[in-house]
Nanobody, 115 residues
Framework: QVQLVESGGGLVQAGGSLRLSCAAS????????IKWYRQPPGKQRDLVAT???????YYADTVKGRLTISRDNAKNTVYLQMNSLKPEDTAVYFC?????????WGQGTQVTVSS
């Protein structure tokens, strides 16, 4: 059974930092591209960052230079280090992967940035 579990969200002041984790099970983790998305209140879910099987990364323009995605294949976990947080980063953050032609999402973790 494939499972993605996000953690690390919380309430932080503007300018602060958080590190989100996405722990995966039931997949061949080292062969899986993992993506982070976020969904602000009342808005659509958008791609934030991607890390592929080679460690290559992609970032949305809105987060470049502030967020860093990384992976630890030994722990089957992808991280999203979030620095210099802004109120507009407030959202539910989700991780996503494809495995054996199916899409899987985690349940999400709430990040709230106060001004």
């Amino acid at each position: 059974q494939v499972q993605l579990v996000e953690s690390g969200g919380g309430l932080v002041q503007a300018g602060g930092s958080l590190r989100l984790s996405c722990a995966a099970s039931g997949i061949t983790f080292g062969r899986s591209t993992i993506k982070w998305y976020r969904q602000p209140p009342g808005k659509q879910r958008d791609l934030v960052a991607t890390i592929d099987v080679f460690g290559g990364t992609y970032y949305a323009d809105t987060v470049k230079g502030r967020l860093t995605i990384s992976r630890d294949n030994a722990k089957n976990t992808v991280y999203l280090q979030m620095n210099s947080l802004k109120p507009e980063d407030t959202a539910v953050y989700f991780c996503r992967t494809y495995y054996q032609s199916r899409e899987y999402w985690g349940q999400g973790t709430q990040v709230t940035v106060s001004s």
